[in-house]
């Protein structure tokens, strides 16, 4: 970190190795879009570049990322809200690990999960992709943590409930 | 359908954005650092446009003009009670040679009334001498 702050091109190039995956993830879970979650991701490190004299630690910057890239993520969510289900629906998933898992289950997840409001949706995220607790969590979101406990409950029960319903239609549509 | 919170956490695994974001990252901080203009941020204007310089700007000229208009009402000033003066000197002289007209004006008459009582006073006495010589 100390590298990166006094310019150093390789050591910033290992702090964006190292925290990608989890910039790239947040926005990508949140739009459902890769080249847009790539844009935000970049924009994310471009940004943590201008701030690095800022940036106190590695936990520091991690937290930092993480904040950012869920505000940018917000943010390109609602330019792009009108365009999200279709896209959900038709864009291949990038690396999607497809060997021992219920791959279906897992796309049926995702678009449930692009369907729901964007703070339910980023609560999940953060929870089920981050392993974030409720505190963090709210630290992030600025909300209450009695908030995010109720939301998160909220959120599955409705992704249960829309599941369901999901899976009914498909079996009209398919009988 | 019922799914565990395990199978959420398969579903929202992290991904890898690929292996070229961490280059095209890297590629774009150079490009911004070479074009400062990038940097940034939408909306704002360029140096030599921003608002504060722009205001600068203006207080200078308007303080300039406020300068120059000062100093040519200033010189008007002075121009205007130089003439009056000058004015002032010629009236002075005009009513000086007008007073010095007036009393020669004044020793000719004299001297025409003289003259003529005295022709007067003359033509009167004449005509007893000419009694006395007859």
């Given at each position: 970190m100390a590298l990166a702050v006094c310019g150093e091109e390789t050591a910033f190039a290992e702090i964006i190795r190292e925290h990608q995956s989890m910039v790239f993830s947040i926005a990508w879970h949140y739009l459902g879009d890769r080249s847009l979650s790539e844009d935000v991701a970049q924009e994310v490190f471009l940004e943590l570049y201008q701030r690095l004299a800022t940036i106190q630690s590695a936990a520091h910057s991690?937290?930092?990322?993480?904040?950012?890239?869920?505000?940018?993520?917000?943010?390109?969510?609602?330019?792009?809200?009108?365009?999200?289900?279709?896209?959900?629906?038709?864009?291949?998933?990038?690396?999607?690990?497809?060997?021992?898992?219920?791959?279906?289950?897992?796309?049926?997840?995702?678009?449930?999960?692009?369907?729901?409001?964007?703070?339910?949706?980023?609560?999940?995220?953060?929870?089920?992709?981050?392993?974030?607790?409720?505190?963090?969590?709210?630290?992030?979101?600025?909300?209450?943590?009695?908030?995010?406990?109720?939301?998160?409950?909220?959120?599955?029960?409705?992704?249960?409930?829309?599941?369901?319903?999901?899976?009914g239609e498909a079996r009209y549509a398919f009988f | 359908m019922h799914f565990s919170e395990d199978e959420l956490r398969a579903a929202l695994k992290r991904q890898d954005p690929g292996p070229q974001f961490t280059q095209r990252v890297m590629a774009s901080l150079n490009q911004a650092a070479k074009e400062p203009s990038v940097q940034r941020p939408a909306g704002i204007r360029p140096p030599w446009l921003s608002l504060r310089r722009l205001r600068r700007a203006l207080a200078g000229v308007l303080g300039m003009v406020i300068l120059l208009a000062g100093g040519l009402g200033y010189w008007q000033h002075q121009e205007n009670e130089r003439k009056r003066q000058q004015e002032l000197v010629l009236a002075r002289e005009a009513e000086r040679q007008a007073i010095v007209a007036l009393r020669i004006a004044n020793d000719k008459l004299n001297r025409v009334f003289q003259r003529v009582k005295d022709s007067q006073q003359a033509g009167a006495k004449a005509p007893l001498i000419q009694k006395e010589r007859l």
């Open positions: 991690t937290f930092w990322l993480r904040r950012v890239a869920v505000h940018r993520s917000i943010d390109q969510g609602r330019k792009q809200q009108n365009r999200r289900e279709q896209e959900l629906e038709s864009i291949p998933e990038p690396c999607a690990e497809r060997s021992g898992s219920d791959v279906l289950l897992h796309q049926r997840l995702r678009q449930t999960l692009g369907a729901l409001p964007e703070k339910q949706r980023m609560v999940l995220v953060l929870r089920y992709q981050e392993e974030m607790g409720p505190g963090e969590i709210a630290e992030i979101m600025n909300m209450p943590v009695n908030t995010v406990k109720s939301t998160l409950h909220r959120t599955l029960e409705e992704m249960r409930r829309k599941l369901v319903r999901k899976i | -």
